[in-house]
């Protein structure tokens, strides 16, 4: 169907093995956290999944198509950075329509598509700011919408969370699950919170030392201390 499916999947960097033939199979419209210790890997296959790292070895198959030598935009994936990336001297909407500027769609079609991400992550009331007048939840919740304006099939997310204040992680998080609910897409997300982990996925995934240890349903899966 229409899974995201990880086939002996290999990344090298010159001696360094950082994935090591991992197999997995992201069922469509779960929450899916990879957590592991910092250099396990966790990164770089996210950002195999969204093309911004080659693959060594092995394939990623997403509605039954190998999409691991498309360019990013044309995998049905989007990323979302946990520095957010936001164009300084861009507008808040701008910001969101900055991908459908760069594929060629016209301005009414484009912000409306940004005016509707932006109803949908509550920030349309501060559409003409730039960046830099926004708080940190804000902000991410604009590199939210930029990320899901595309309409992709899976959201990568690479520690959304971490760069917010406690009590703000805990807000987004509720956020970010409404939204995976709402939109019903696959949302990989990237961390090395275990209790974060524990209130967000339908399947948390462990990672180590290069291959994945274990995977299973939240309540399911054992973690160490
Ligand atoms: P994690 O996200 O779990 O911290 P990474 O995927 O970032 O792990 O890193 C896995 C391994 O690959 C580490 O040993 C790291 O040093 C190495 N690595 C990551 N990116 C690069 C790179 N661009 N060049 C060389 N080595 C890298
Ligand atoms: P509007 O804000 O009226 O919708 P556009 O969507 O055409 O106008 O452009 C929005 C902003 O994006 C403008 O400030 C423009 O300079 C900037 N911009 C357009 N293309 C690029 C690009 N390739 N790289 C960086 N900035 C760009």
Redo the contacts with the bound molecule.
Sequence with gaps: GQDLELVHLVKRYGDTVAVNDINHVFLNGSYVCLLGPSGCGKSSTLRMIAGHESVSEGSIVLDGSDISALPPAQRGTAMMFQNYAL?P???VR?NV?FSL??KGVD?PT??KAANELLELVDMSHLADRLPAQLSGGQQQRVALARALVTKPRVLLLDEPLSALDPFLRIRMRAELKRLQRELGITFIHVTHGQDEALALADEIVVMNNAVIEQAGPARDVWMAP
């Design positions: 164009f001297h861009l507008s701008d329509a500027h760069m301005k484009r912000h």
